[in-house]
């Protein structure tokens, strides 16, 4: 009877070793399933949150097109304001030699005529 006892405990310290070791396994793989969900879903919401990122950065990217395309008509506009204004400048600058020129002549006619009217009384 020990000889059966003995084969009995063996066979329920076998059973007991592969419950022990089933329930291992089976907590193991849930224990990696988890470990994978959890990576799955954090590598999903760096992916959410990189998308986020990108249509801001697509949106600033819009909004200075936008405003370079803005400044370039306004630098543009500044151009063609500067030439012009140039170009009046030009032209009152030549007026005002044109003036001088026509001033000295003047100048020089009446300084004759007074000379002349005091030669000749």
């Known amino acids: 009877m020990e000889k059966k006892d003995g084969a009995r405990t063996g066979v329920k310290e076998r059973i007991f070793q592969s419950t022990v070791l089933s329930i291992l396994l089976f907590s193991g793989s849930h224990f ?11 590598n999903s919401e760096k992916a959410l949150n990189f998308e986020d ?11 200075l097109d936008s405003e370079t395309k803005r400044i370039k008509s306004e630098l ?24 001088g020129k026509e001033a000295e002549t003047v100048t020089a006619l009446l300084e004759r005529k007074a000379m002349d009217d005091a030669t000749h009384p």
């Not at 990696?32 to 954090?42: R, W």
């Not at 990122?53 to 909004?63: G, N, S, Y």
């Not at 543009?76 to 044109?98: G, P, V, W």
């Open 76 to 99: 543009a506009e500044f151009a063609a304001r500067n030439r012009e204004l140039s170009a009046q400048l030009e032209s009152a600058r030549q007026k005002m030699a044109q003036l």
């Open 32 to 42: 990696v399933g988890l470990c994978v969900a959890l990576g799955e879903e954090d």
């Open 53 to 63: 990122l990108l249509v801001q950065a697509k949106e600033r990217t819009a909004e």
